[in-house]
């Protein structure tokens, strides 16, 4: 279980995190959302005893995160958002040096391991250097493991990796939280709140939102509509301009809408897109994502 | 969009290192101003591809012209008549926002005139005035990300290369992003992107998907959605993709 209470942090002159405050409960898997910069990284370093905060306090399973900070590099696996294993080190090399500084073996946690290195394992002899993106993101990961970590803290491991990548290493965390694991991750990507069991929405070194991806979303205070019509770009600019708009936001294929009104008037909006020459409309009344939740916080 | 013009044309495109097919027999056209997207997971071959169309690698074989010049024997011209930006590589930051235009502007041959005309442009429309003599690592992910695309395209390219520009940013600061994407291709300049934001796949004009080495997939997002009989392109990708991955 993590508690982190009122955590400050600044760099010089600027600030990265203030108030922050969350818990996170044993075998949850909690996510912290939100674009670069936000002060993801910022929480989790100091979360993992690499660096101090200025205030507050962090409680991990019992241990402060400042006071009792080599017990906390045993209970935590950390994988930081760099690739930072070693890159001349062959797979089955790096697995075993981090085994050994954790003072255990590859075949004493395997279990712990297994369906993950498995993936990786015919690579075994292959330098970590030269393997693709999801390959190291499953290296990495089985590295971060191999210690059979209470509290696992992932910053960014799905950056810069492919859709389907993105979605097995999903999958991944699902099984090992169901081993009892606590998980942090931080993620940019909107999309991946809605696989964590609760999340924190983080912008500009601030909390905006916590909760279950269910209740963020049913939050959303106002009525949502999709529209799409034969000209997009033009849509956007028309809609971005029309009176009654309160936010228009390009989503794949149509645009999301909300008005300053509590209830959209589809016939008067039909009618405006109709006067500006737009053909084939189409308006359907959605539910929120979070992105949709995201930029209604931020704007 | 002007369906007519081909600014790249890639007949039978074979990239081999050693005894590895990186691309194998890739064909595709893309037109002027248009907004393409090129996908595909990591180790697909993308990146083999778009180092070939810029000029930076020789194909095995097959017939290519970017940019009206031969992707063999003209590089350099290639070079010339191009932009490129990724996430990776963008922006000097230790150098100011001006010394920075004034660097990129240069190394592609504009006049000091061009160069300080296009300057004071690029800094009244992002409103930069108070801090074109800021250093780029001073500024926000989401300004510098901005700034490099619009340096990409200062000298007119046909055709701007952008490997996976957005990553990390605010949902927000995305979509203006893709904003000054439109503006270019409106204005004629072609724009082929990669991206791992599939619902950004769903923006370009034509998407092509490559799954080891081939180009499994060529259409537009929404006939590639009725094709693949999905809801989005998250779907077409995972369809697509998930056979490849190690």
């Given amino acids: 279980m993590i508690s982190v209470q009122n955590i400050k942090k600044s760099y010089g002159d600027t600030l990265a995190v203030s108030n922050i405050n969350f818990s996170v409960e044993q075998a949850e898997l909690f996510g912290l959302i939100g674009p670069d910069g936000a002060g993801k990284t910022t929480i989790f370093r100091i979360l993992t005893s690499l660096i101090l905060p200025d205030e507050g306090k962090a409680i991990l399973n019992g241990y402060d995160v400042v006071k009792d900070y080599k017990k906390i590099r045993q209970i935590i696996g950390y994988m930081p958002g760099r ?9 089955e090399e790096n697995l075993n040096f981090f085994a050994t500084v954790f003072g255990t073996t590859i075949e004493e946690n395997y279990d712990l391991i297994k369906d993950i290195y498995k993936q990786i394992e015919p690579f075994k002899k292959r330098r970590a250097g030269k393997l693709s993106g999801g390959m190291k993101q499953k290296l990495a990961l089985s590295c971060a ?21 993105r979605k097995e290493f999903w999958d991944m965390l699902q099984r090992l939280k169901e081993k009892g694991i606590t998980i942090l991750v931080s993620t940019p990507y909107m999309d991946e709140a809605s696989l964590c069991d609760r999340v924190a929405l983080i912008q ?12 963020i979303v049913k939050s959303f205070k106002h009525e949502l509509i999709a529209v799409k019509t034969e000209n997009m770009h033009k849509l956007l600019h028309d809609l971005r301009n029309f009176s009654d708009t309160h936010s228009a936001f390009l989503f794949g294929q149509n645009i999301h809408y909300t008005s300053i009104n509590s209830k959209i008037n589809n016939e008067e909006l039909k009618h405006y897109l109709q006067k500006n020459n737009h053909k084939n409309i189409e308006i359907n009344k959605i539910q929120a994502n979070i992105e949709d939740c995201f930029m209604e916080l931020m704007t | 969009m002007v ?38 997971a990591n180790g697909a071959g993308k990146t083999t591809a778009i180092r070939i169309l810029c000029g930076l690698s020789i194909p095995t074989s097959g017939d290519i012209s970017v940019a009206g010049f031969d992707a063999y024997t003209q590089t350099e011209n290639i070079k010339k008549n191009i932009g490129y930006m990724s996430q990776k590589f963008s922006l000097y930051e230790d150098l100011t926002i001006t010394e920075n235009i004034k660097f990129y502007a240069g190394i592609y041959g504009l006049s000091d005139k061009e160069i300080k005309q296009k300057s004071d442009k690029l800094i009244q429309k992002f409103n930069l005035s108070d801090k074109k003599n800021k250093l780029i690592k001073s500024l926000p992910l989401g300004w510098k990300q901005k700034l490099a695309f619009s340096i990409a395209i200062i000298h ?25 994407i ?5 204005a004629g300049i072609t724009v082929f992107v990669t991206t791992h934001y599939m619902d950004e796949a769903e923006y370009c004009n034509r998407l092509s998907i490559m799954v080891d080495g081939k180009i499994e997939a060529l259409d537009t997002p929404e006939n590639l959605i009725k094709q693949y009989k999905v809801d989005n392109m998250d779907q077409v990708f995972l369809k697509l993709a998930r056979k490849t991955n190690a």
């Fill in chain 2, 156 to 180: 007119n390219p046909k055709i701007v290369f952008l490997d996976e520009p957005t990553g990390g940013v605010d949902p927000i600061t995305r979509r203006q992003f893709w904003d000054l």
């Fill in chain 1, 145 to 165: 493991l191999i210690h059979k970590p209470e509290i696992l803290v992932l910053d960014e491991p799905t950056t810069g990796v492919d859709a389907v990548s």
């Fill in chain 2, 182 to 186: 439109y503006e270019a291709a409106d």
């Fill in chain 1, 204 to 215: 500009n070194g601030q909390i905006m939102q916590i909760d279950t991806p269910d209740n």
């Fill in chain 1, 83 to 91: 690739f930072s294993l070693y890159q001349d080190l062959s797979v």
């Fill in chain 2, 3 to 40: 369906k007519k013009e081909k600014v790249i044309q890639v007949k039978n495109l074979v990239k081999k290192f050693g005894d590895f097919v990186a691309n194998d027999h890739l064909t595709f056209d893309v037109y002027k101003g248009e907004i393409f997207g090129f996908l595909g």
